[in-house]
């Protein structure tokens, strides 16, 4: 069937530099996509979103892109924080809001 | 405020009891959601309501029964339960379930431990 996958488990990075967090996903009807992180102990939290008429969308300190052609989206932290150590999930919202995730990337960083 | 809570926050039980986990949200949200998270898997949908009535259900087991008293709770009843039902129950909600662009906000979970 259809769905989202990572092509890295776990991603670790120095602190302060910039992180970059990949995705691929395979339902090409697909218009809308999140990403979550996700502490240890707690439930996913929304970073930030973007539909598929953007390619491109900041918020602060991140930054999602999305690359309809090859059906990629990465997410990237910029100036990486020990705060930002946990694992990072993309979603894609399927019709009826159902929400198929990837299979996550654990980030840690390296003070 | 987009606060989604859920108790208890762990939970033990053995194979012949009955309990039951809630979810609250007061963003005025009229889709709900329970979820199944497996150590180091992503969340897994089990059961969506819209507008308090049930709309999806991904072939859950009888033993898991989601309830919806109104547009702001939402319960799942345990009973029977086996071992490997042990997991993350997470609780979301979002506008609405009808629309494939609603974010959905997760709560913290519930840590379910059966013996």
């Known amino acids: 069937g259809e769905n989202v996958g990572l092509h890295l488990p776990t991603l670790s990075v120095q602190e302060g530099d910039n992180s970059i967090i990949n995705c691929a996903y395979s339902?090409?009807?697909?218009?809308?996509f999140i990403w979550y992180k996700q502490e240890s102990g707690k439930g996913p939290q929304f970073i930030i979103d973007?539909?598929?008429?953007?390619d491109k969308r900041q918020g602060q300190r991140v930054t999602v892109l999305l690359n309809k052609t090859v059906k990629h989206l990465s997410l990237q932290i910029a100036a990486t924080q020990p705060g930002d150590s946990a694992v990072y999930f993309c979603a894609e919202n399927n019709a009826g809001n159902m929400l198929t995730f990837g299979g996550g990337t654990r980030l840690m960083v390296k003070p | 405020d987009t606060e989604v809570t859920q108790t208890p926050k762990h939970l033990v039980m053995g194979m012949t009891n009955k309990k039951s986990l809630k979810c609250e949200q007061h963003?005025?949200?009229?889709?709900m959601y329970w979820y199944k998270q497996k150590a180091k898997k992503p969340p897994e949908l089990m059961f969506v309501?819209?507008?308090?009535?049930?709309?999806i259900n991904e072939s859950v087991p009888s033993r898991f029964s989601p309830e919806c008293p109104n547009s702001s709770l939402l319960n799942l009843h345990l009973h029977a339960l086996q071992p490997e039902d042990s997991a993350l129950y997470l609780c979301?909600?979002?506008?609405?379930?009808?629309?494939?662009?609603?974010?959905?906000?997760f709560g913290p979970g519930t840590r379910l431990t059966v013996l």
């Open positions: 339902n090409s009807a697909s218009d809308y």
């Open positions: 979301a909600s979002s506008w609405s379930g009808g629309r494939n662009t609603d974010t959905q906000y």
């Open positions: 973007i539909r598929s008429n953007m």
């Open positions: 963003m005025g949200h009229r889709a």
């Open positions: 309501y819209s507008y308090e009535k049930l709309s």
